[in-house]
């Protein structure tokens, strides 16, 4: 009887244990869904193709080519 | 000690012992039995927690994948009045902390009467953080979503906006809001007094919500928006809107309006601002409409493109008389010329041939007094002449009494683009198309070859592209005066082009709204729309045809 006594307050204990662990798994997936985001977010500004044109031409000072001198080529069926 | 006062003691402990086991057992039944719900109940609303899961809202994306409205990560704060010490301490290092005005915090945190009041919904996370490390008494923190639009001005208009409980609150925001908000979980929890989760009773969890890709390429929206802008304020104008479509497909490739705003400011925006033009607003198309027309006579098989007519430089029509826009002297004129050198008199009397019925009908065929089914809300369907008097015979082919949208023109020019088939234009990706036939191959062909010739030798001459061959149309049309007939001063001047003509790849509109200095389409607008097809035409790289 005491045997079956103390296995359940084991058996009790141990589930404590485990939702505490999934619980702070559970912080630590939220955290870790806003950092990833927060870092999509920075990606896209970043990324963003009226940013890299501007500093393009403002940091580099390159131009858009001309399309009147760009030349296409036809490579014809492989 | 005598046994009889012994007996008299005994006795007297037994009755103190009854009376605490009776007192005990009393109690027992008052809290077991009398009061065993109410205190069931606030046992389980100490211990028990019922969450929701919030479903994080999907990304609308570009048509390469690049973020447009995202999910980003923000902390709540809240407080209990009744537990907040120091009222004025607390609001003043919160204001410090969130960069609030204190004195509204003061209020919520002095008034006792309530048990929650939110001090800032969806506060900078860096700074939450920052405030809950002082450990103030009676403040309480929760992880929230807040949306951001990354690129800021990029597709505002068209982007729309999601309120602070992540509805979406307009355009695709609100249209796709189904598929983007997913469905929030629920979890019963047994808490212990540090909050921590002791036991998970029961669980649903959360539906994310889905990512959606648009058509819109944000290279060519940024670009777009970019033109736009300098070309409304070159000419002073009030608004413009530019629309690059695939008359392919019918996608949507770009949607600009002019005045622009930061889609992350959407709230502060005024109403005026926030409008998608190119689908909600309404204008009088001028001669951007006579494509119809012809295409309707074309088709029926009144005329053929080198049938000649002799054209005066006014046409009476019932009570009206309209003339041309610079032809002085009486000319014969092709079909073909009628539309190249966008004759009034020219298409009028195309018109007069087709009759009432049969112009509608070309009207109706071409999409036009019909919502185009685009993804968007609050499409405007355009708007029909009030009535049909003797003169709007006249006015209608010239585009004059009657408005449209300009996706709706665009949709039309896509069809002629598209050898006479009509396609829904759309702005998410991959939606299934709606597809039918205009006219045939051959009268599309026919128009395509006139609308070359405007741009050759006609009225839209500023809209050619270096290399490739430019099929189009100018647009001029007068604003009707609120207080009857038309303004002199005001007009709507439009360009509506494709390219390359000989294959085409892309339909641009451009529409500019009360222009100064200048009123002519193929003044205002078709420089606009050489500078977004010219960039487009490389970006895409698109060969060069001519």
Do not use: C
């Amino acid at each position: 009887m005491a045997l079956l006594l103390a296995g359940v307050v084991a058996l009790n204990v141990a589930v404590l244990r485990l939702n505490l662990q999934s619980d702070q798994l559970a912080e630590e997936r939220a955290r870790l869904r806003a950092e990833s985001a927060e870092l999509t977010s920075m990606l896209a500004v970043r990324s963003a193709s009226a940013r890299t044109s501007s500093l393009a031409r403002n940091k580099l000072g390159l131009e858009q080519a001309d399309p009147a001198t760009t030349t296409y080529l036809d490579l014809g069926k492989r | 000690m005598s046994a009889r006062l012994s007996n008299r003691r005994i006795r007297l402990l037994l009755v103190f012992f009854t009376l605490a086991f009776l007192g005990i057992f009393g109690r027992a039944v008052w809290l077991q039995a009398v009061h065993a719900r109410p205190l069931d109940r606030l046992a389980r609303g100490q211990h028990h927690a019922n969450i929701e899961l919030p479903a994080a809202r999907g990304s609308l994306l570009d048509r390469n994948g690049q973020e447009l409205a995202i999910g980003k990560h923000a902390i709540t704060v809240y407080a209990n009045p009744r537990h907040v010490p120091d009222p004025r301490a607390t609001a003043i290092a919160v204001g410090r902390a969130l960069r609030i005005d204190p004195d509204r915090l003061y209020g919520k945190l002095a008034d006792r009467s309530r048990g929650f009041v939110y001090l800032a919904r969806k506060a900078d996370p860096k700074r939450a953080e920052a405030l809950k490390a002082l450990e103030l008494t009676g403040l309480g923190f929760y992880p929230e979503e807040r949306r951001a639009y990354p690129q800021g001005t990029v597709a505002s208009h068209v982007l729309g906006f999601a309120g602070i409980d992540n509805k979406g609150l307009a355009g695709l925001e609100l249209s796709l809001n189904k598929t983007l908000a997913g469905r929030n979980g629920r979890q019963s929890v047994i808490r212990d007094p540090f909050g921590r989760t002791l036991k998970v009773l029961s669980s649903v969890p959360a539906e994310e919500g889905k990512n959606v890709r648009l058509t819109l390429d944000q290279t060519l929206q940024a670009n777009a928006q970019s033109v736009l802008q300098r070309t409304v304020r070159r000419w002073g104008a009030k608004a413009a809107t530019a629309t690059v479509l695939d008359p392919t497909t019918g996608e949507v490739l770009a949607m600009a309006s002019e005045p622009s705003f930061d889609a992350n400011r959407f709230p502060e925006t005024d109403r005026d601002t926030q409008r998608n033009r190119a689908v909600t607003d309404n204008y009088e198309p001028g001669s951007t409409l006579k494509v119809v027309t012809v295409a309707g006579a074309l088709s029926e098989g009144l005329v053929t493109p080198s049938t000649q007519f002799s054209l005066e430089p006014k046409i009476q029509v019932a009570d009206r008389v309209i003339g041309e826009a610079h032809r002085k002297h009486t000319e014969r004129m092709t079909v073909a010329q009628i539309l190249s050198d966008s004759s009034n008199v020219g298409t009028i009397t195309l018109a007069e041939q087709l009759g009432r019925e049969r112009l509608e009908k070309w009207v109706e065929r071409f999409g036009f007094w019909r919502k185009s089914g685009i993804d968007f809300p609050g499409e405007a369907k355009g708007i029909r002449p009030f009535y049909w008097s003797g003169s709007t015979i006249g006015t209608l082919p010239i585009g004059h009494g009657i408005a449209v949208t300009p996706i709706q023109m665009a949709a039309a020019y896509g069809a002629v683009a598209n050898g006479g088939v009509w396609i829904r234009p759309s702005l998410i990706a991959n939606r299934p198309s709606q597809r039918r036939r205009v006219m045939s191959r051959r009268v599309s062909d026919q128009l395509m070859s006139m609308l070359r010739d405007v741009v050759i030798e006609g009225t839209g001459r500023e809209a050619e592209v270096e290399g490739y061959q430019v099929a189009g149309k100018t647009g001029t049309a007068a604003k009707p005066d609120p207080s009857g007939g038309y303004s002199e001063s005001l007009y709507v001047a439009s360009f509506v082009g494709v390219v390359p003509a000989s294959n085409p790849r892309l339909v641009v509109l451009i529409t500019v709204d009360e222009p100064h200095g200048a009123i002519w389409g193929g003044v205002v607008a078709a420089p606009a729309f050489q500078e977004i097809a010219r960039f487009a035409l490389q970006y895409l790289e698109i060969p060069p045809d001519a």
